[in-house]
Nanobody, 127 residues
Framework: QVRLVQSGGGTVQAGGSLRLSCAAS????????WAWFRQTPGKEREWVGD???????RYTDSVKGRFTISKDNAKNILYLQMNSLKLEDTAMYYC?????????????????????WGEGAQVSVSS
């Protein structure tokens, strides 16, 4: 069974940076598709981006150029580096795993396509 433990998050002023981490166990880390989602109250979980076996990340348009997804296969850790944060980035952020070499190809990427989830980390951006 895959276990995902998140760390990071917090409150930052607009324009600032935060990094989220997601430590995985119980999975062959290098053979999974890994993703980040976010969710605000009353809304569905939104795909932020993902990274496949090749290490090539993809992002939703609203975070392109500001967020970076990376992974350390040796340490089994997934990262989300968030720069130039905006008020609208405020959300609960979740890491997710899919037992597949490649991430889903068709946009939009749905939360239902991922089976394993971290517990979430709150990111709050203030003015």
């Amino acid at each position: 069974q895959v276990r995902l433990v998140q760390s990071g998050g917090g409150t930052v002023q607009a324009g600032g940076s935060l990094r989220l981490s997601c430590a995985a166990s119980g999975a062959t880390f290098s053979r999974y598709c890994w993703a980040w989602f976010r969710q605000t109250p009353g809304k569905e979980r939104e795909w932020v981006g993902d990274i496949n076996v090749d290490g090539n990340p993809r992002y939703t348009d609203s975070v392109k150029g500001r967020f970076t997804i990376s992974k350390d296969n040796a340490k089994n850790i997934l990262y989300l580096q968030m720069n130039s944060l905006k008020l609208e980035d405020t959300a609960m952020y979740y890491c997710a795993a899919r037992s597949s070499y490649y991430c889903p190809s068709n946009l939009p990427i749905l939360a239902a396509e991922f089976r394993d989830w971290g517990e979430g980390a709150q990111v709050s951006v203030s003015s």
